[in-house]
């Protein structure tokens, strides 16, 4: 069964920084591009970043581009978000996100963690 | 970007209604088009892939259709667990973009 766990939300100040992280299992995560994608509180559902199986290829949404840091460590089955410089509305419940298959088209989602939440504020 | 635009953004419907959500996009993202729902609480749950193939699991009264710019999600009798919030998502291009979301309640 696929699994993704979230963690590492929490409050921080504008400004701050924070790291979340994605623990994965159930499938070879290698094998997977990945994705975050966040909800604002009683928003919709905003994409953030996304990464290949292998991490060559890379790419964010404008929204974030230049603070947010997107990665992952095959070797541990993670996933990760390094946030900096954080703003108000950053916040958000952030999704850990897998594509459906190995090599199908990037961006088609399958697999949804449950969620971690960032809080922004002073 | 390509601009994903629902509608309606909310509707009421009862048990056993057939209920059909639009989804414009406002450039060519050929069949490239999902559809996700999202109860409160929860994370969302994909449905249809590529426009109208249905996830494993996903009962067959939802179905999707529709290519280029113009998609439909279709339930053909709703039931009491339907009733959600629904987004459409485009992959054809970078960025990725949702759709703002149709809340389907309880009439």
């Known amino acids: 069964e696929v699994q993704l766990v979230e963690s590492g939300g929490g409050l921080v100040k504008p400004g701050g920084s924070l790291r979340l992280s994605c623990a994965a299992s159930?499938?070879?995560?290698?094998?997977?591009?990945m994705s975050w994608v966040r909800q604002a509180p009683g928003k919709g559902l905003e994409w953030v970043s996304f990464i290949s199986g292998s991490g060559d290829y890379i790419t964010y949404a404008d929204s974030v581009k230049g603070r947010f840091t997107i990665s992952r460590d095959n070797a541990q089955n993670s996933l990760y978000l390094q946030m900096n410089s954080l703003r108000a509305e950053d916040t958000a419940v952030y999704y850990c996100?897998?594509?459906?298959?190995?090599?199908?088209?990037?961006?088609?989602?399958?697999?949804w963690g449950q969620g971690t939440l960032v809080t922004v504020s002073s | 970007d390509i601009q994903m635009t629902q509608s309606p953004s909310s509707l009421s419907a009862s048990v056993g209604d057939r209920v059909t959500i639009t989804c414009r996009a406002s450039q060519d993202v050929s069949n490239w088009l999902a559809w996700y729902q999202q109860k409160p609480g929860e994370a969302p749950k994909s449905l249809i892939y590529?426009?109208?193939r249905l996830q494993s699991g996903v009962p067959s009264r939802f179905s999707g259709s529709g290519s280029g710019t113009h998609f439909t999600l279709t339930i053909s009798s709703l039931q009491r667990e339907d009733f959600a919030t629904y987004y459409c998502?485009?992959?054809?291009?970078?960025?990725?973009?949702f759709g703002g979301g149709t809340k389907v309640e309880i009439k």
């Open positions: 590529v426009a109208s």
């Open positions: 159930g499938f070879t995560f290698s094998d997977y591009s």
């Open positions: 996100v897998r594509d459906r298959i190995r090599s199908g088209r990037y961006g088609e989602f399958l697999n």
């Open positions: 998502q485009q992959y054809n291009t970078f960025p990725l973009t």
